[in-house]
């Protein structure tokens, strides 16, 4: 396991200059994201994959952008998407964790690798959303070489492939 998160880091040191204050945010960002999808589980992991196709679908399909573009002074259009995607998916995951609360699977239901792969596609699915909604210039700003894994209709919908893909290895273990 040592040798597997030792890799792990030195592959995400060379994938961008840790010199540059973003890369290293961009790096403490996806660490947090990790540790944090490590940390609840897996119900709430699928909880919170759900509830970032509701809040996306609720942002897209959202009928009042106009009006709340027009409120909004024009530097901050994109965050006025990004601030309603982040409040919709709070919302949808609150609602949705509430109606599941009676049952509670944990790390010990699954395995390791089956959590650190829903939570690699949680954050990647994320990451793709919320660069979809700012401007290409400021994600090319965030991510710099690593844009193209997350910016485009092609990595959105990879990333939403993948999250539907790895839902059949969910199971949990059978307890006898």
């Not at 973003?22 to 660490?31: P, R, Y």
């Not at 944090?36 to 009042?64: E, M």
């Not at 944990?106 to 089956?114: A, E, K, R």
């Not at 290409?136 to 959105?156: A, D, I, N, V």
């Amino acid at each position: 396991m040592g040798d597997l998160v030792a890799r792990a880091t030195a592959l995400i040191a060379t994938a961008g200059s840790l010199r540059d204050p973003k890369s290293l945010f961009a790096l403490l960002c996806v660490t947090i994201f990790v540790v944090y999808g490590l940390s609840v589980g897996r119900t709430k992991a699928l909880v919170s994959l759900l509830s970032i196709y509701v809040a996306y679908v609720l942002t897209i399909l959202f009928p009042f952008s106009t009006l709340l573009a027009a409120r909004i002074p024009e530097r901050y259009d994109a965050f006025a998407l990004l601030g309603l995607f982040f409040a919709l998916y709070a919302v949808a995951f609150m609602l949705i964790s509430h109606s599941m609360r009676k049952t509670r699977l944990t790390l010990g239901d699954i395995s390791f690798f089956h959590v650190l792969l829903i939570t690699v596609v949680q954050v990647g699915l994320l990451a793709s959303i919320s660069l979809s909604l700012v401007s290409e210039q400021m994600s090319q700003g965030l991510l710099g070489p690593l844009t193209k894994f997350f910016l485009g209709t092609r990595p959105l919908w990879l990333w939403a492939a993948a999250s539907l893909a790895i839902l059949p290895l969910m199971k949990s273990r059978s307890r006898e």
